[in-house]
């Protein structure tokens, strides 16, 4: 079983891009997809990056989604931040174990 | 458009039972699996079970497993999740959202759609 593991928050001004990453504790990275989730406050997620690099229709393409052997981690890049970006985000991947694995989730703050 | 509606949720007691249910439309439910996820307060996201489109696949956590049912109804197209023996930990908003296999046939899925939510609150 592996585990997921996110910042639990990070913070960049309007216009800007930010990165956030998911490290995956044992296991590569790139043996399975890896999605992120978006939750607004007081809503419900949503999915912003799917396959790891996928966008669902309605996205915009200033979300972007890649992953790095090297750390063993994967990484949602939101560029030319807006206060509507402002939420929390979520990586998942699936356990061959037949489990379903997020991370810890990161808050997300555009001031 | 893809509608998840859950219902169901509410005040149980600790060891008690509830039964939750998410109405689905604008898609064909019996061509797609099904998950509950859930969220404490101020949590994260959990994922709780799944079951596959024919019901012939069931998963479920280890936190839940032995004490929750999930189970689908193709020709109403709902999904249900029976929960019983419920902890103070179960407290929290439980998801229904839709499996979608990945597009290269690797086993497994992920989330595509979502319902609002409904919460349930275990507390004497």
């Known amino acids: 079983n592996f585990m997921l593991t996110q910042p639990h928050s990070v913070s960049e001004s309007p216009g800007k891009t930010v990165t956030i990453s998911c490290t995956r504790s044992?296991?590569?990275?790139?043996?399975?997809?890896v999605q992120w989730y978006q939750q607004r406050p007081g809503s419900a997620p949503t999915t912003v990056i799917y396959?790891?690099?996928?966008?669902p229709s309605g996205v915009p393409d200033r979300f972007s989604g890649s992953i790095d052997s090297s750390s063993n981690s994967a990484s949602l890049t939101i560029s030319g931040l807006k206060t509507e970006d402002e939420a929390d985000y979520y990586c998942?991947?699936?356990?061959?174990?037949?489990?379903?694995?997020f991370g810890g989730g990161t808050k997300l703050t555009v001031l | 458009e893809v509608q998840l509606v859950e219902s169901g949720g509410g005040l149980v007691q600790p060891g008690g039972s509830l039964r939750l249910s998410c109405a689905a439309s604008?898609?064909?439910?019996?061509?797609?699996?099904m998950n509950w996820v859930r969220q404490a307060p101020g949590k994260g996201l959990e994922w709780v079970s799944y079951?596959?489109?024919?019901?012939?696949?069931?998963y479920y956590a280890d936190s839940v497993k032995g004490r929750f049912t999930i189970s689908r109804d193709n020709a109403r197209n709902s999904l249900y999740l029976q929960m019983n023996v419920l902890r103070a930990e179960d407290t929290g908003v439980y998801y229904c959202?839709?499996?979608?296999?990945?597009?290269?046939?690797?086993?497994?899925?992920?989330?595509?759609?979502w319902g609002q939510g409904t919460l349930v609150t275990v507390s004497s």
């Open positions: 959202a839709r499996g979608a296999a990945y597009t290269n046939g690797w086993y497994g899925s992920y989330f595509d759609y």
């Open positions: 998942q991947s699936f356990d061959s174990s037949n489990r379903w694995v």
């Open positions: 396959e790891v690099n996928q966008r």
């Open positions: 079951i596959s489109s024919r019901s012939n696949s069931i």
């Open positions: 604008g898609f064909t439910f019996s061509r797609y699996s």
């Open positions: 044992s296991g590569s990275i790139a043996s399975t997809y």
